[in-house]
């Protein structure tokens, strides 16, 4: 098994990514061995991944930097370098490698401080003798400081440091930073590629895997979860029910409600799982003596931490209300497909007694006005705004149609 592999219906790119690792092999080869490097070579020093959410652009730069860090004996026999077992591929999959960087947004922005170091790490020769590679997972998150420390970063890179940067779309980065990255796009894979992977790879029944496939619309991180975790395909069900629940002023409110409870509830359950470990870690790095007293000058350390977590707590929130917003948003797509009389299949194929329902119920103009609630509450919660506003906004814009 290939670091491809996990590419779901990406084959273009991964044969781009491929032949630039293979370039890239043999620079490092004919560098350690003071032979010419190879005159033209489709290897670069910065990549940009876009894609729309679930196309899986972390995986495609993830699977590159391992790649690149392949250090499987069958690359002196003309094997090609991502093996996916050796240590090289291991590590930098799985995000302990040492000559990996991953950079991702805590909270709403990437702020500089959480870059700096990365920055500077750029800059330095890799331990393991081959290359450099910093990972920015939400390149889009950069704040103005952040990206300016990027840019000079990508500018003058150090000979053996490859950026691999992540984003949406190529407008969601600087023009400075983008032009100066190998683009590389990413398309949503078919609903048989993501139903094809679970089976495979996770031993997913035929007609589930078909199912949350189609309920995902090829989003495949989102697909996996549903097919392997009984609480994610409760709280969908959860949502799916919020249409119903909308007659009248009082339940839309108690739906609006519940819905921000449910992703408060999950950034929780992240932060139990993390923050005390995260926090005792700290302390026993910093040397916290008996008691968990703190050596003085250390306090700032570890208040650095806690808003850190805090950020964290909020962004896990927004997500989960951002998953929420995609679930509703394919329900009212497909009452649209059965008001049009589109011949597209349905995505929430589990409620197709209450999609006909609505759609008998409403007309076009109304569901299309629902969905564009739906968006303007996405759009709000991105500017910050609280939560329960944002959603009962919503939920009563639901109500009126």
């Known amino acids: 098994m290939t670091v491809w592999d996990d590419l779901v219906g990406q084959e273009r790119v991964s044969e781009q990514l491929a032949a630039a690792a293979r370039d890239a092999d043999a620079f490092v080869t004919a560098a350690a061995s003071d032979a010419p490097p190879p005159e ?89 003798g081959r290359w450099q590679v910093i990972l920015v997972e939400d390149a889009e998150r950069l704040n103005e400081k952040s990206a300016n420390a990027v840019l000079k ?20 980065v600087l023009p400075t930073i983008r032009s100066r990255c190998r683009h590389l796009v990413l398309s949503t894979p078919s609903v048989e590629a993501v139903a094809d992977m679970l089976v495979r790879r996770e031993g997913i029944e035929p007609d589930i895997a078909a199912s949350v496939a189609r309920a995902t619309q090829g989003h495949v991180d989102r697909a996996r979860r549903l097919a392997t975790d009984p609480a994610a395909r409760a709280r969908r069900a959860s949502v799916l029910k919020l249409p119903q629940r909308v007659e009248d002023v009082g339940g839309a409110l108690r739906a609006a409600q519940e819905l921000v409870d449910a992703a408060a509830e999950d950034a929780k359950q992240l932060a139990e799982e993390m923050d005390g470990k995260e926090t005792e870690d700290l302390k026993t790095a910093l040397g916290a003596g008996q008691g968990g007293r703190l050596p003085r000058g250390t306090a700032g350390v570890v208040k650095d931490l806690e808003d850190m977590q805090k950020r964290r707590r909020t962004r896990t929130q927004r997500d989960s209300l951002d998953v929420a917003l995609a679930d509703l948003t394919s329900f009212y797509r497909d009452v649209l497909a059965l008001q049009l009389g589109s011949r597209i299949a349905l995505a929430n194929t589990d409620a197709e007694d209450v999609l006909e329902r609505l759609a008998r119920s409403s007309t076009p103009e109304s569901t299309l006005r629902r969905i564009e609630a739906i968006a303007a509450c996405g759009e709000a919660l991105d500017r910050n705004v609280a939560p329960l506003l944002a959603v009962e906004a919503m939920t009563m814009a639901l109500r009126a149609g």
Do not use: Y
């Open 153 to 172: 970063a990508v500018e003058e890179p150090a000979p053996r440091t490859v950026w691999l940067l992540c984003a949406p779309s190529v407008e969601d």
């Open 40 to 128: 033209a070579s489709r290897m670069t020093h910065a990549w940009l991944f876009t894609g729309p959410p679930g196309a899986g652009r972390n995986q495609a730069a993830r699977a590159f930097a391992a790649a690149l860090q392949c250090v499987s004996p069958d690359r002196a026999l003309g094997g090609a370098p991502g093996c996916g077992f050796c240590d090289g591929c291991h590590t930098a999959l799985v995000g302990t490698h040492a000559d990996v960087s991953t950079v991702a947004a805590v909270g709403a922005e990437i702020l500089v401080k959480d870059m700096r170091d990365t920055v500077r790490k750029s800059f330095t020769a890799p331990a393991n």
